[in-house]
């Protein structure tokens, strides 16, 4: 079975920094671009940060741009989420997602990670 | 940014019943728009890429329709699964942006 798998998440203080993990299986990681995508508690999804299949492409939402690192390691079918200078609407569950198309930042999301929930609070 | 707008944003509807949730884009987006179902506490799960292409293992009563700026799900004939949020999402430009919801509950 495709599948996705975060962890890394926690509770962190403001200002703090963050590692999120996603690892893949069941699927040929290094074809397909990966994003991450957070919900806050209660509310919508926020696209957060996409990288191409080959790491050569990197998106990233303004909201987070500066504070926050998308990369991957294909030999080890992960994709991560270096979360620095953290403020308290960071706070939400953070989703790991598969392109539905190979090669292709394309941007429809075939295959999600159950989440994994980052509270940012002193 | 492209701006997305759904509409209602809560629905009450019986099973059986056929509903439709409309999805406005701020730009024209072309047919690079998506529909997710999400159940409290789960991941969205991906119902329609490309405006009106039916995600592999979704059932039929799903549909999509629209082009440019408007969008519509439609869903047939409600059943006890399909009560959960919808979200459109447009990947045409960054950043990629969802709408803000629609909840479909039980009349």
């Known amino acids: 079975e495709v599948r996705l798998l975060e962890s890394g998440g926690g509770l962190v203080q403001p200002g703090g920094s963050l590692r999120l993990s996603c690892v893949a299986s069941e699927f040929n990681f290094n074809t397909y671009a990966m994003t991450w995508v957070r919900q806050a508690p209660g509310k919508g999804l926020e696209w957060v940060s996409s990288?191409?299949?080959?790491?050569?492409?990197?998106q990233y939402a303004d909201s987070v741009k500066g504070r926050f690192t998308i990369s991957r390691d294909n030999s080890k079918s992960t994709l991560y989420l270096e979360m620095s200078s953290l403020r308290a609407d960071d706070t939400a569950v953070y989703y790991c997602?598969?392109?539905?198309?190979?090669?292709?930042?394309?941007?429809?999301?075939?295959?999600w990670g159950q989440g994994t929930m980052v509270t940012v609070s002193s | 940014d492209t701006q997305m707008t759904q509409t209602p944003s809560t629905l009450s509807a019986s099973l059986g019943a056929g509903v439709t949730i409309t999805c406005r884009a701020s730009?024209?987006?072309?047919?690079?728009l998506a529909w997710y179902q999400q159940k409290p506490g789960k991941a969205p799960k991906l119902l329609i890429y490309r405006a009106s292409s039916l995600e592999n293992g979704v059932p039929s009563r799903f549909s999509g329709s629209g082009s440019g700026t408007e969008f519509t799900l439609t869903i047939s004939s409600l059943q006890p699964d399909d009560f959960a949020t919808y979200y459109c999402?447009?990947?045409?430009?960054?950043?990629?942006?969802f709408g803000q919801g629609t909840k479909v509950e039980i009349k």
């Open positions: 999402q447009q990947y045409k430009t960054y950043p990629w942006t």
């Open positions: 990288m191409s299949a080959n790491s050569v492409t990197t």
């Open positions: 730009q024209n987006i072309g047919n690079w």
């Open positions: 997602a598969k392109d539905r198309e190979q090669w292709l930042l394309r941007g429809a999301f075939d295959v």
